[in-house]
């Protein structure tokens, strides 16, 4: 028995050993923990860092990327597009053109067929005037008042009469029904006019009619 108590003595002080460690070893944890914090703010404060410097990097690794020579087959599909786009302004520029010339063309000779029409009217407003009529002086300068006044109207629209008596014949302006004997060296001349003729905004709407000098 007596060597039974003497063995439990060092157990117990054993166990109380091993009692009072835990004691100390949560002293040690409680106090640990207090000195690694430092360490890991040091940490979190070091990874911005490398993050920050990343972008860097590919910014630097992405510069001989965007440096590089285009290759073959890029330089020919631009010049390809260049050339597309140039045959397509031009193209546009040439259709301007002739649309606006057209369009011109097209109010210019609007009125034509109302011209021509009206020219009868005038031609017997100056047969009316070429009488020699003294008894009727006063109404022949009324109506050449009148014929002046139409006459200004019509050139406001681009009518006008085409230069014949005295002029070089010409196919293109006057349309000879007759010839006589040249007087004066006035041969392929017009000797005379028997019916005017008119421009509508340069185009001929209706040639001279004349007597022309052989």
Known sequence: MKHRKHDQAPFESE????????????????????????????AEHAEPQGE????ADEAKGGQPEENAEPKPEEKKEEEDLRTQY???AADFQNFRKRTEKEKGDIYARANESLMT?????LDDFERALAVKDEAAKGVQD????????????LKKHGLFEIEALG????PNFHHAVQTCPAENGNEGKVAAVLQKGYLLNGKVIRPAMVIVAE
Do not use: C, H, S, W
């Open 142 to 153: 009324g109506v050449r008042m009148i014929v002046d006044k139409y006459v200004a109207a």
């Open 117 to 121: 029409d009206l020219l009868p009217v």
């Open 52 to 55: 920050t410097a990343e972008p």
């Open 167 to 170: 002029a070089e014949f010409d």
């Open 15 to 42: 166990t109380g050993t091993a009692e009072g460690k835990p004691d100390e070893t949560v002293t040690a944890a409680g106090e640990a923990p207090n000195e690694a914090k430092p360490a890991d703010e040091a």
């Open 86 to 88: 140039l045959r397509l």
